[in-house]
């Protein structure tokens, strides 16, 4: 069984840094398989949106543009570790925030993939105060 759990949400003060953290666990791929990991997150009232992206094939990594150059995604390919480093945190970045696997994807890109994602973890919350 595929399990993904997402750490390491909390309350920060505007300006501040958090790192979170999905650790993806039974989930097998082949030699020829690709998969591509993201952080997806939706703030009250608010449908989910992609934050950053991670394709294990070749390493490319996409962004959203409200966080391009505050955010950075990273593996760890000794086990299927997803970091999300969030700095310069601001308010409009609370939310919930989702871990989604998507196995053997189109293209690279995933953020606009929410309805392709094959698993989904739970979220861990991120608030933000100002």
């Known amino acids: 069984e595929v399990q993904v759990v997402e750490s390491g949400g909390g309350l920060v003060q505007a300006g501040g840094s958090l790192r979170l953290s999905c650790t993806v666990s039974?989930?097998?791929?082949?030699?020829?398989?690709?998969?591509?990991i993201g952080w997806f997150r939706q703030a009250p009232g608010e449908e989910r949106e992609g934050v950053a992206c991670?394709?294990?094939?070749?390493?490319?990594?996409f962004y959203s543009s409200s966080v391009r150059g505050r955010f950075t995604i990273s593996k760890d390919n000794a086990e299927i570790t997803v970091y999300l480093q969030m700095d310069n945190l601001k308010p409009e970045d609370t939310g919930v925030y989702y871990c989604?696997?998507?196995?053997?994807?189109?293209?690279?890109?995933?953020?606009?993939?929410?309805?392709?994602?094959?698993?989904w973890g739970r979220g861990t919350l991120v608030t933000v105060s100002s």
């Open positions: 991670i394709r294990d094939r070749d390493g490319s990594t």
């Open positions: 039974g989930f097998t791929v082949d030699a020829y398989d690709d998969y591509a």
């Open positions: 989604g696997v998507e196995k053997n994807p189109a293209w690279a890109n995933i953020l606009y993939d929410l309805d392709e994602m094959n698993y």
